[in-house]
Nanobody, 128 residues
């Protein structure tokens, strides 16, 4: 079972930047479509922010909240996926989850229901 471990969360001021990292436990991460999801405080739903295709698929999907401010990238040699976040807003506060699924598109991946592997999350707080 693939395990994913997020890091890089913390407290950041509005307008600031933060980069989240996610490490996979297997040497086959390149076969997975990867994504970042967010769960706002006090809610149960995880929102798909951005997803990136596996090594055979160059597609990248950004949801409306992420478009223009967030960038997803992957380094399969290091078994890593990253989320660069710029111009952060208080409404970006939440727990951020890394996720991985095989044999799916980036659009389906970011719809949440097709996710098969979740990390445990890292908390991001945007506040002055």
């Amino acid at each position: 079972q693939l395990q994913l471990v997020e890091s890089g969360g913390g407290l950041v001021q509005p307008g600031g930047s933060l980069t989240l990292s996610c490490k996979g436990s297997e040497f086959t991460l390149n076969y997975y479509t990867l994504g970042w999801f967010r769960q706002a405080p006090g809610t149960w739903k995880r929102e798909g922010l951005t997803c990136i295709g596996d090594s055979d698929d160059s597609e990248v999907y950004y949801s409306h909240p992420a478009k223009g401010r967030f960038t997803i990238s992957r380094d399969d040699a290091k078994e890593m996926v990253y989320l660069q976040m710029n111009n952060l807003k208080p409404e970006d506060t939440g727990t951020y989850y890394c996720a991985a699924t095989r044999f799916t598109t980036v659009q389906r991946m970011c719809s949440t229901e097709y996710v098969t592997n979740w990390g445990k999350g890292t908390l991001v707080t945007v506040s002055s």
